[in-house]
């Protein structure tokens, strides 16, 4: 794929890591980086959380420092508040660009006419992107959808707005709001997109191998692709689109030794990465605190071990004690038990019967 280029940005190789409440922080995001993602987003920043100086706000914005290329990604319905939120993101220095969401469908956002719901109104939608272009000199995209549901999804209509609102690039989950993240994405709207306009656009939905993604970019013909769930548990999926590589890490069937041992380690990176990344917001934070870094760090890794030891024998013992480890020593424990057994499943058996 060729390099990729809006405003002041440069995406080498533009394989890319999607925004995902919940899992790309700045650990998930640095190893990305490091494994060969072009370019990493934030998690959804809410501008009204900009706006009342909230402090859990400001922690999603939390960067290494050194993520580069980034976006800032944020939502709201207000293009004032909007407007202030970049402007904010603009000044802390960490970004490349902004991006606007205009596809979340989760109820707390298209409740407030954010996220997927400007899909309903592209008069609003246009006018938001506008506003913001106007007030920063960074670069603006947005990342939306093929449309909200069938009553509103003129993926054509979506991307003219976007285009003749003023945004540099353009980032399309292919799938309606209405089904979240389920169901076959269209990747032939992606090509409709790509033929009609003239800004770069980004296709997104149901990447997770190599294969995937070459038959997106056959499909639609589409700048770059952005990686999701393909990527959780997985950055190297980066370097094997990268290198056109099949053999890298395959998750989703039993892997070689050497394999696994590079899976545990780095589960280990991953989960001291976080509790770094909760050390730092808790020194900046002037609110007491319900756990402790480790304790925060052990908590937010929950969601992704079941994407590492994906495909694994016994696994769902792991799984079941996770709830209750608390410790970085206890949760490795586990994790060095269950790759035991599947490195060396005799020992494993033995264990088992005492
Ligand atoms: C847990 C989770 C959180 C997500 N959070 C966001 C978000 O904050 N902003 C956003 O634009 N999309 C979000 N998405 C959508 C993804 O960015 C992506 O569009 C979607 O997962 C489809 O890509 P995939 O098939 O590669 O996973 C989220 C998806 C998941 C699964």
Redesign the pocket.
Known sequence: MKPLQFGSVTIDCPVVL???????DAAMRTLCLEHGAGAV?T??TSAEGIRRDSQNTFAVLKTSGNEHPIAG?I?GRDPEAMAEAAKYVEETGLFDWIDL?C??PVKKVVSRGA?AALLKDLPALGNLISTVRKSVSLPVTV?TRIGFNHDFADHLEIGRVVEESGADMIAV?A?LAKNF?GGD?DWEKLGEMKQALNIPVIG?????SVADAEQMVDVSGVDGV??????IGNPWIFDEIRRGRRDACDTGTVPQASRLLERRAMMAEHLKRLVLLNESKQEVSSRAVKYTAEEAACIQFRTHIPYYVKGLFDKKQLLIKLASLLTVDAIMDEVDNLFEKNINPRRGAESAEG
């Open positions: 999607a925004p995902m409440a919940g899992y790309t987003y998690e959804l990604h939502f969401n596809g979340c996220g990342k989950h799938r993240h994405p997104n939905g149901g990447v997770n952005m990686i999701g769930r393909g990527a």
